[in-house]
């Protein structure tokens, strides 16, 4: 059974506290040219690495009951599309959410 959220899974303010030091070594690194970082250990994202790249198959998000209020009408719809309606409305909700938060942080 879920327990109930007492924090949000996510925040839209991800401003970090950091400590003195690490706000040190940001400068030291945020003043560092381009060409001074050593990339060698990295291997190069290619286009085959995109093609072929596949989200964490392991990453199941956890879900919480609740009740909502809505439309009639906006249910009865999701609802003709077969099986499956809370899960198309929660990929409806998902994609808006990414979305704003991509558009905050961008």
């Known amino acids: 059974m879920n327990k109930p959220l007492d924090k949000p899974h996510f925040s839209l303010n991800l401003t970090a506290v950091l400590t003195e030091q690490q706000q040190a070594e940001i400068a030291v690194l945020s003043a560092m040219p381009d060409e001074a970082i050593d990339y060698s250990d990295i291997p190069p994202l290619t286009e085959e690495f995109w093609q072929n790249a ?44 990414l979305k704003e938060l991509e558009r905050l942080h961008h």
């Open 54 to 97: 596949v989200r964490n198959p392991y990453y199941k998000p956890t879900k919480t009951a609740t009740t909502v209020l809505v439309d009639t009408d906006v249910l009865l719809w999701l609802k003709s599309k077969g099986k499956g309606y809370q899960a198309r409305m929660n990929a409806m909700l998902r994609a808006e959410m």
